[in-house]
C-alpha cells in the first residue's frame, strides 16, 4: 500500500466531528419540531404524502399502508413501523389536541392497547390539518428542498396558519437536549396572538391572564399556581394536573344497601388507565390505600367512568387525598419549550413563540399576496390585450387572413396593437364566442375586478397596517370553525399542602370531638376505638378476654400527637398514624421503617410542646432520661436512643412530663425507689451509655420499670400470676439504701416476676396457653395486709403462666 494514500488524522477531532453530525442529524431531523409548523420532519412528510396522494378531507379514506409507502419510498427512508407510529399519534384523539388526521379502524386506545396493523386501518386529511397546513402550499408561500435521492421536491416547512407547536404540543429527545411542549386551547391562542399583535408590548404577566394553561385532550384539572406564569415567562417548568374524581351512591342490586363510591371520569394526560388501575390495586393489596373494597372498570364509548367502592365508614375526602398522593391521578408535567429556528434549537418562552410565529405567519401572508398579485397581473394582461382585439375585431381578422402563418400574424399584431407577446398570443387563441357583446362586456367587467384585486394586493403590501388586519381576521375565522370548548378545568387558590392538612384536620376534629381512642393490639393492627365501645371494654375489667382484644398500647387522639416505638436495641421509630386513622392498619417491618414487629418492647405518645422524657432502662440495670426535643419530634427516620453494650438489651421504657419517682423491679422482687427530678438524675444525650442505677445479684435479672406518684399503690405481677401491691411510702429510695427494697412477703419459690404497674392502669395478660384477660387491680380485693391475691377466674393449669403482660393507661372521663 502506499501510504500517500492515506491521511494522518487526530482520533480525538474525529470522534467529536463525527458525534457532532450524530447529534445534529437527531436534532435538525427527527427529534425537535420546527417552531413555524410545530411538526417534526416525519409528521410533515406523512402530511405532504397525503396532500400529493388527494386524501382530502372530502374524499375517501385510504390504507395506511398506502400512505407509509409512499412516505418512505418518496421522503422518509427509515423504518416502515416508525412511520406508522408517527401516522397513529397524529390520529388518536387522547394523545393530540386537535387531530391531523381522520381515521378508519383500531388506532389504540387509552388504555395502552396497540393499534392494528397499517394494512387493517385508514386515513385521510382532517379539516383543521387541510386548512390549517396545506391549503397555501401551492402559492408559493414555503421553499422546496430535493428529497433523499433528488428525485422528488419535498417542502422544508408547511405554511401553517395556526401555531400548532402550542395546540398539539409535541414531545421529543433528542442527543443532549430534549423537549416537552403541552397542548394548548385554540381560542386561548388566537386571542394571544391577537392581543399581541394589537400590541407588541404586552406583559408575559397579561399574556398568561389570556393564555390560562395547557389544556390537555384527555381534560383533567390544572392547578394554578406561579408555575405557570413562570413556565411561560421562562419556557421552562412544572405544572401539577389532576384526573376529576366524584363521589357517588351506587345500588349494587335491588333489596342491596347503597354503597359510597368514588368515580373518576378523567385521568391526567398521557396517563394508561388499565396501568393506573392496576398499580392501585397493587396499593390496595400492600395496605399503602385503605379504606377500598373493590375497584372496576365501567368505562364505555360515552367516557371513561372508574368505579372505586369504599369501605363502610372510610372517609371519601382522606382517601381522595392519598389517590393524588400516592398515584398518578395527580402528577406533574415537566414543560421546556424547545423548538428549532432556522436550523438551531433554542428555548422560548411564550411571548417570544408567539412573536416568531406571527413574523412567520405575516411572512406567508406576503408570500401569498405576492403569488396571488403575480398572478392577477398575467390575468389583467390578457385580459387587456383581448379587450384590444375585440374593439377593432375587423381589423384584426384582416391581419390574420393577410398573415402567411401564425409567427407572421403575431409580429403583425403586437405592432399594430401594440401588444405583448403574451397578449398576441391569448389574441390568436381566442374564441370566436368572445367576439359576442356578452363576451366582450365580460371582458370588460373582468378587467374591472381585477385592476380592483391589484390595487387590493399591492395596498396590502405596501401597507403593514391593512396586512395585520387581515391576519387577525383570518385568525378569528379560524377560532369560530375549529375552536372547542377548554377539555382541562383551572383549580384557583389550591395549595396542595394546606388541602391535605384541612383534611387530616377535619377528621381529627371529628374523632378528637367523639373522644376516639387510638390502639395497637397484640397483632400489630393500629385501629379507632369510639368511646362507648371503649367504655364496655375498660368498665367491666378483671374478666377473661378473647385474645383478638389483647391491646400493647392505648391513647386519646390528639392534633399534637406523635406515636413512637421502641424496640429492644434501643432505636426509636416513628409511626405514621395521621395518613391511616381512618382505616385499620398493619404495622409490619415496611411501616416500622424496616425494624422487626418483633423487636418492639412498647409504643408510646408524645404530646408536642411539652417536655417529654424518654426512660429507657437496660439490661445490665443502666437507666437514662433523655428530652425529645423538636428535631426527634419533626423526624419520621428511625434513631438509637441508647448506645448498647454487646449483648445488653433494653427491656423498659416510659415518656415522664412531670414530677414523678421511678420505680425498677428485678425477677426476684428487688424494688429500687429513685426520684425522677432533675436533681436526681440528670438528662443525658442519645450517645451516653446512661447512669448504673441497679446492680444486680447472680441469675437476677431486670424485669420492668414505671413511673409513680407519692402516697400510690403500686403492683407487682408474677409469671405464675400472683399480685401484691405494696404501698410506696413502704419503700425507701435506693440512693440511700443501694441494694433496694425487698419484702418478705413478696418472696416467691419457684417463680419470677414479670411487670410492675402503677395504680390507677390496666393490664391486658396472655398465657402460654392462650388464656387472655384484662385488669384493673383498683377493684381487685386485697387482704387488710396486702399481701397477695391469685388470679382465681383465670384458673391456671399445671405448666400455665403468664407470657406477656400489656400495661395500658386508664382513659376513662
Not at 415567562?233 to 368514588?262: F, M, P, Q
Not at 419517682?661 to 428487688?670: A, D, K
Request: charged share 30%; glycine share 6%.
Amino acid at each position: 500500500m502506499n501510504k500517500k494514500n492515506f491521511t494522518s488524522i487526530s482520533l480525538q477531532e474525529e470522534m467529536q466531528r463525527s458525534y457532532l453530525e450524530y447529534a445534529m442529524s437527531v436534532i435538525v431531523g427527527r427529534a425537535l419540531p420546527d417552531a413555524r409548523d410545530g411538526l417534526k420532519p416525519v409528521q410533515r412528510r406523512i402530511l405532504f404524502a397525503m396532500y400529493e396522494l388527494g386524501l382530502t378531507p372530502e374524499r375517501p379514506f385510504r390504507k395506511c399502508a398506502r400512505v407509509v409507502g409512499d412516505v418512505l419510498g418518496k421522503y422518509h427512508p427509515h423504518g416502515d413501523q416508525a412511520v406508522y407510529d408517527a401516522l397513529v399519534r397524529l390520529v388518536q384523539n387522547f394523545s393530540t389536541k386537535y387531530p391531523t388526521l381522520d381515521g378508519h379502524g383500531n388506532f389504540g386506545s387509552v388504555d395502552n392497547d396497540p393499534p392494528a396493523a397499517m394494512r387493517y386501518t385508514e386515513t385521510r386529511l382532517a379539516p383543521i390539518a387541510y386548512k390549517g397546513f396545506l391549503e397555501e402550499i401551492g402559492s408559493e408561500t414555503v421553499t422546496f428542498s430535493n428529497n433523499f435521492d433528488g428525485s422528488q421536491k419535498e417542502p422544508d416547512v408547511l405554511p401553517a396558519q395556526l401555531p400548532f407547536l402550542l395546540l398539539n404540543g409535541s414531545s421529543g429527545i433528542a442527543v443532549g437536549m430534549a423537549t416537552n411542549i403541552p397542548p394548548h386551547n385554540l381560542g386561548e391562542i388566537v386571542d394571544g396572538l391577537i392581543a399581541l399583535v394589537k400590541n407588541k408590548d404586552i406583559s408575559n404577566k397579561r399574556l398568561s391572564n389570556i393564555i390560562k394553561g395547557p389544556d390537555f385532550p384527555t381534560g383533567g384539572e390544572l392547578i394554578q399556581s406561579e408555575t405557570i406564569e413562570e413556565l411561560y415567562a421562562k419556557g421552562k417548568g412544572s405544572i401539577t394536573i389532576r384526573g376529576v374524581i366524584n363521589t357517588e351512591e351506587i345500588i349494587l342490586g335491588k333489596g342491596k344497601h347503597k354503597k359510597n363510591a368514588l368515580i373518576i371520569t378523567e385521568l391526567p394526560y398521557q396517563i394508561s388507565k388499565a396501568g393506573w388501575i392496576e398499580k392501585l390495586a397493587e396499593l390496595v393489596n400492600t395496605g399503602k390505600i385503605n379504606g377500598i373494597s373493590d375497584i372496576r372498570d365501567e368505562s364505555d364509548r360515552d367516557g371513561m367512568r372508574i368505579v372505586i367502592e369504599l369501605k363502610k365508614d372510610s372517609n371519601a375526602e382522606l382517601i381522595i387525598s392519598n389517590l393524588y398522593k400516592k398515584t398518578t391521578l395527580q402528577t406533574n408535567f415537566g414543560a421546556i419549550f424547545l423548538a428549532l429556528i432556522k436550523g438551531k434549537p433554542i428555548q422560548l418562552n411564550l411571548k417570544e413563540y408567539l412573536n416568531f410565529f406571527l413574523e412567520f405567519r405575516e411572512e406567508t401572508i406576503r408570500k401569498r399576496t405576492n403569488y396571488f398579485l403575480k398572478n392577477t397581473l398575467e390575468k389583467l394582461e390578457i385580459l387587456e390585450g383581448l379587450s384590444k382585439a375585440t374593439k377593432d375585431i375587423k381589423r384584426v381578422i384582416e391581419i390574420i387572413e393577410n398573415s402567411e402563418n401564425s409567427g407572421e400574424a403575431k409580429s403583425k399584431l403586437i405592432i399594430k396593437f401594440f401588444l405583448s407577446e403574451k397578449q398576441a398570443n391569448s389574441v390568436l387563441d381566442m374564441p370566436l364566442k368572445k367576439l359576442t357583446n356578452l363576451e366582450r362586456n365580460q371582458i370588460n367587467d373582468d378587467i374591472k375586478d381585477l385592476q380592483e384585486k391589484k390595487n387590493y394586493l399591492q395596498k396590502l403590501l405596501n401597507e403593514r397596517k391593512l396586512l395585520l388586519e387581515l391576519l387577525i381576521d383570518e385568525f378569528l375565522l379560524l377560532k369560530k370553525k375549529y375552536n372547542v370548548k377548554r377539555k382541562t378545568r383551572i383549580l384557583k387558590n389550591i395549595d396542595q399542602n394546606e388541602e391535605l392538612e384541612t383534611i387530616n384536620n377535619q377528621i381529627l376534629e371529628e374523632f378528637i370531638n367523639k373522644k376516639t381512642k387510638l390502639h395497637i393490639d397484640n397483632r400489630l393492627y393500629l385501629r379507632r376505638m369510639i368511646l362507648n365501645s371503649y367504655k364496655k371494654s375498660f368498665e367491666n375489667s378483671n374478666k377473661i378476654i378473647d385474645n383478638k382484644n389483647i391491646q400493647k398500647f392505648i391513647c386519646n387522639i390528639d392534633k399534637n400527637l406523635k406515636l413512637i416505638g421502641i424496640t429492644h436495641t434501643g432505636k426509636v421509630f416513628h409511626i405514621d398514624w395521621e395518613s391511616n386513622i381512618n382505616n385499620d392498619y398493619k404495622l409490619d417491618n415496611k411501616s416500622l421503617g424496616n425494624i422487626e414487629p418483633n423487636e418492639i418492647i412498647n409504643f408510646h405518645s408524645i404530646k408536642k410542646g411539652v417536655n417529654n422524657y424518654l426512660c429507657i432502662l437496660n439490661s445490665d440495670g443502666r437507666f437514662k432520661k433523655v428530652l425529645f426535643d423538636k428535631d426527634m419530634i419533626k423526624s419520621n427516620r428511625s434513631f438509637a436512643i441508647t448506645k448498647l453494650k454487646k449483648n445488653i438489651k433494653t427491656i423498659d421504657s416510659f415518656i415522664s412530663n412531670e414530677e414523678e419517682n421511678l420505680i425498677i423491679l428485678t425477677s426476684i422482687g428487688r424494688i429500687f425507689k429513685y426520684n425522677l427530678s432533675d436533681k436526681f438524675l440528670t438528662p443525658t444525650t442519645k450517645q451516653s451509655q446512661g447512669l448504673m442505677l441497679v446492680k444486680l445479684l447472680p441469675t437476677e435479672k431486670i424485669v420492668s420499670c414505671c413511673p409513680h406518684r407519692n402516697e400510690e399503690n403500686i403492683y407487682l405481677i408474677s409469671k405464675n400470676g400472683k399480685i401484691f401491691c405494696i404501698n410506696t411510702n413502704e419503700i425507701y429510695y435506693a440512693n440511700e439504701y443501694s441494694l433496694g427494697y425487698l419484702n418478705e412477703k413478696t418472696q416467691l419459690k419457684n417463680d419470677c416476676f414479670l411487670k410492675v404497674l402503677p395504680s390507677n392502669h390496666y393490664l391486658d395478660i396472655e398465657t402460654n396457653k392462650n388464656k387472655s384477660a384484662r385488669l384493673n387491680f383498683n377493684k381487685l380485693n386485697f387482704k387488710s395486709n396486702k399481701t397477695n391475691s391469685l388470679i382465681d377466674f383465670l384458673k391456671l393449669e399445671t405448666g400455665e403462666h403468664l407470657e406477656n403482660c400489656f400495661l395500658l393507661k386508664n382513659l376513662l372521663d
